[in-house]
């Protein structure tokens, strides 16, 4: 179940993109820093703290301010936009499959949690294996035999992917998915700071304002959420 969530949320995201631009996607995604808050908090009684919540909500604010600092107006005026719901759709997917890990990896008992976190990602990647396999087979053949003639290709990617996924599962493990997903939004203030100190691109003050806020979001759940 938690990895159709992921497999749904991914579909999603890509429908978003698809139906309106990458910038207004990307922001519409990012309410999983709110949902993620959500959905732990409903399905498995780990709420935040009230001031945690306040922090992810400015974490939110940033990430949609920073992914599209011209266009806030635009953002507001297309909530109802298919794009905008294929986008909300999406950061309910990876909320749930964030949840779903933590509450996969918590019930293998008290074991080592390297190992109850591989054991639960071996597991949903098994699954998501076969899912998009019969999916390719049924839906578009011709892709699955380019997925075995250019395998080689594909596997930078697929050995970065699985490092990734196995650092969220252990993270997830560790600690609430509310604190795991909110510190990765971290990644979009150190892409800006690398832009602009080590590839010399000029940002606007209201790029920095919105850096800013992000960090401060991430801050305050990592603290007191």
């Known amino acids: 179940m938690w990895r ?8 999603a995201l890509l429908r978003s993109f698809q139906l309106r ?31 945690g919540w306040v922090a992810a ?12 600092p011209e ?5 507001l005026r297309m ?33 080592p949690t390297w190992s109850r976190a591989l054991v639960t990602l071996t597991v949903m990647l098994g699954l998501q294996t ?24 594909a596997v930078p990617v697929g050995i970065l992917s699985v490092a990734g996924s196995a650092c969220w599962a252990v993270a997830v493990t560790l600690t609430t998915a509310t604190r795991v997903r909110t510190l990765g939004q971290v990644e979009l203030a150190l892409a800006f700071a690398i832009s602009a100190f080590w590839l010399r691109e000029r940002h606007t003050r209201a790029e920095y304002a919105a850096s800013g806020l992000v960090l401060l979001g991430v801050i305050g759940v990592i603290a007191i959420g």
Not at 58 to 67: I, N, Q, R
Request: charged share 10%.
């Open 130 to 153: 076969t899912v998009n396999g019969i999916q390719l087979a049924v839906v578009d053949r011709s892709a699955l035999r380019d997925v075995t003639v250019h395998w080689r290709h």
């Open 21 to 51: 631009d990458f910038a207004i996607g990307t922001v519409y995604v990012k309410t999983e820093v709110i949902l993620v808050a959500v959905v732990p908090a409903v399905l498995l009684g780990e709420s935040s703290a009230p001031w």
């Open 71 to 75: 266009r806030i107006a635009d953002i």
């Open 4 to 11: 159709l969530a992921q497999i749904l949320g991914t579909i």
């Open 79 to 111: 909530a109802g936009d298919p794009a905008a719901l294929m986008g909300i759709a999406a950061g309910l997917g990876f909320a749930l499959a964030a949840a779903g890990i933590r509450a996969a990896s918590n019930s293998l008992g008290d074991g």
């Open 57 to 68: 909500l400015v974490c939110t604010v940033g990430v949609a301010w920073l992914a599209a």
